[in-house]
């Protein structure tokens, strides 16, 4: 289970665009669907966006040992499925994971050779205004999703690699050589 590549950083950062555009330079990149028990939002496929999971199930994933890693975020679980993973990383395909701070500290532990990435804002006010803009949650959650982003931020001198997105095609091409090297590094990540 090597070869995996770890995203993380305050929900609001921009860590699905820059993904996006990860996966469109380097198309062999793989993409891990958590489950979560939050709801759909508009326009978002279960199995596709997500595993959309009521508590039960979760529940009864969490005790099957389903999950690498899950955590609770802003008031709703989401984890990453054993199962994703061995697809994916067992056969040798590099797979991306888009998860908050509990779950990448808790891969760094279970899976050291990981490669880990923070993306960070370059302001809290920036956050604040992609949160909002983006239009995708109610102002409570956006409150929420804040509080849980202070707390993130504080935690990114634990990464060894940090990107800021700032300028969104910059961050993009930074992340792409991170990636590249981390892939084709010796031992490690390289297969
Ligand atoms: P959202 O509800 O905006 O899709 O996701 C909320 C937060 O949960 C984001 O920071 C997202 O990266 C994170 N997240 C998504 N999937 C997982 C997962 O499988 N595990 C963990 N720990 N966090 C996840």
Known sequence: MS??????????????????????????????????????????????????????DFDRLVRDGAFVEHAEYAGRRYGTLRAELER??????????????????????????????FIAPPSGDALRERLVGRGTDEPGVIERRLGVAEQELAAQGEFPHVVVNDR?????????????????????LGA
Do not use: C, N
């Open 3 to 56: 070869r995996v590549i770890v995203i993380t950083g305050p929900s609001g950062v921009g860590k699905g665009t820059l993904i996006r555009l990860l996966r469109e330079r380097l198309p062999d990149l793989g993409l891990s669907v958590s489950a979560t028990t939050r709801d759909p939002r508009p326009g978002e496929v279960d199995g596709v966006d997500y595993h959309f999971l009521s508590e039960a």
């Open 88 to 117: 994916r990383a067992g056969a040798g395909e590099p797979v991306v994971l888009e998860i908050e701070v509990q779950g990448a500290r808790q891969i760094r532990a279970t899976l050291p050779e990981a490669f880990q990435v």
């Open 168 to 188: 969104l095609h910059e961050a993009a091409e930074e992340l792409t050589a991170l990636v590249q090297e981390a892939l084709a590094g010796p031992g490690r």
